[in-house]
């Protein structure tokens, strides 16, 4: 095969220079301000599901955010997929917590819901709890089985964090990945499916969430 596929090729739209002008003639140069809150309701209306979009300095903030938001601590245990970039595994030793790597499953590459819910009942009979949460990845853009890997979150009432952050803009059956868990993560970084060369954000369900989070 002599053709290469680039994973980080970025494409400028010729307005970029224009854009940074408009930053040092105005001086918006501090982290928050009107281009952010105008970001934060597009990333809004573009993922739908009536959910709540909080801009952040990174993919692995919005990680770290979100895993705060659902409580993980010291001594918790956390389902991690094991093929995917080592930002999804790292925020949860942020936290004093313990990744627990799953294998992925061949027709996406991504987490495998057998493998899943074979972890999770190896965890709690070798624990007496159950893991603290589920972080799924969209690896390159295609989408895990959400589905069935939500369904099992919710069978053991575990909460999912969703790794969106190499698949802005995929869907799984209508709906965009990073609004099927309780919270989802995207990044802009400069590999990304749209770049501010770094940056990221995570998805809320709500107002009153977003507010906490911020």
């Known amino acids: 095969m002599d053709k290469r596929i680039y994973l980080c090729l970025a ?6 220079q224009a854009f940074i002008k408009e930053a040092f003639d105005t001086n918006w140069v501090v982290p928050l301000g009107p281009n952010v809150n105008a970001f934060e309701d597009e990333l809004k209306h573009f993922v739908g599901q009536d959910k709540e979009v909080v801009a952040l300095s990174a993919g692995t903030a919005a990680i770290h955010l979100g895993l705060i938001q659902l409580g993980v601590g010291a001594g918790d245990e956390v389902i991690c997929q094991s093929f995917t970039f080592c930002a999804s595994a790292n925020p949860v030793a942020y936290q004093g917590a313990k990744p627990v790597f799953i294998d992925s499953e061949e027709d996406t590459w991504n987490m495998d819901p057998v ?25 390159y853009g295609m989408p895990a089985r959400i589905d069935e890997i939500c369904a ?37 970084n400069g590999n ?6 770094g940056g990221g954000a995570l998805i809320v369900p709500d107002e009153s969430t977003k507010k906490q989070t911020m």
Do not use: N
């Not at 190499?166 to 993560?185: P, R």
């Not at 990304?192 to 060369?197: C, F, L």
């Open 11 to 16: 494409h400028m739209s010729g307005e970029e």
């Open 115 to 139: 493998l899943l819910e074979e972890a999770i009942k190896d965890r709690i009979a070798k624990t007496g709890k159950k893991p603290k949460a589920i972080l799924p990845v969209h690896l």
């Open 152 to 188: 099992i979150a919710a069978k053991y009432e575990i909460p999912v964090l969703e790794d969106a952050a190499e698949a802005l803009g995929s869907e799984f059956k209508g709906q965009k990945c990073g609004t099927f868990g309780t919270f989802g993560v995207l990044s802009f």
């Open 192 to 197: 990304k499916m749209i770049t501010t060369s």
